[in-house]
């Protein structure tokens, strides 16, 4: 049973109409990858023809399961864009892991002694839904909160001070 039927399982123990569409569907997507490579391309390759992004024939086989296929000319303009897709989507998913990866290893501590202009350099690697980007902003509210504190303790002092100047003034007033 996969992980979705056992999340899915309604009370009555029959699969809805929805779940059996799902489980359809799931069974015709996994079964290219249960093949040998040169089967599974053939079926990946009919894909390609049959939507139209690779020029081709299409030949199945008396069980109509598994096609043999001609390629007849270059990628389609619109496989060129589904390959670029693909490719970034890859590269995406790439640089993702090797991010979780690092971020394993990375030390918070490593951001406070970065200049201004080194953190928003290391920040800028990363998408805003990756935590190391949280983390960055993180570093960024903490720096911010800190100026923050600096500016408000001289005010006080220099409140401090012009209450101590503003009594001895007093003092020194009252005594003419």
């Known amino acids: 049973m996969s992980l979705f039927q056992k999340m899915n399982t309604n009370t009555t123990g029959i699969e809805t109409a929805r779940q059996a569409y799902i489980r359809l ?6 079964f290219p990858d249960s093949l040998q490579p040169t ?32 390629i007849t000319g270059l990628p389609k303009p619109k496989g060129r864009l589904f390959l670029e897709e693909l490719e970034k989507a890859e590269l995406d998913a790439s640089i993702a892991r090797r991010h979780r990866e690092s971020f394993k290893s990375f030390d918070r501590r490593k951001l406070s002694v970065m200049d201004d202009k080194s953190l928003a350099e290391w920040q800028s690697d ?47 007033l009252e005594k003419l």
């Open 25 to 30: 569907l799931r069974e015709r997507i996994d």
């Open 39 to 70: 089967q599974r391309n053939m079926v990946l390759q009919s894909e390609l023809i049959n939507s139209d992004y690779l020029d081709g024939e299409v030949n199945m086989d008396s069980s109509g399961m598994f096609p043999s296929t001609v």
């Open 126 to 172: 990363f998408k805003q839904d990756e935590p190391e980007w949280r983390l960055a902003e993180h570093e960024w509210q903490r720096r911010l909160t800190v100026e923050e504190i600096k500016a408000v303790r001289w005010a006080a002092i220099i409140g401090v001070c012009a209450i101590i100047f503003g009594a001895l003034l007093t003092k020194v």
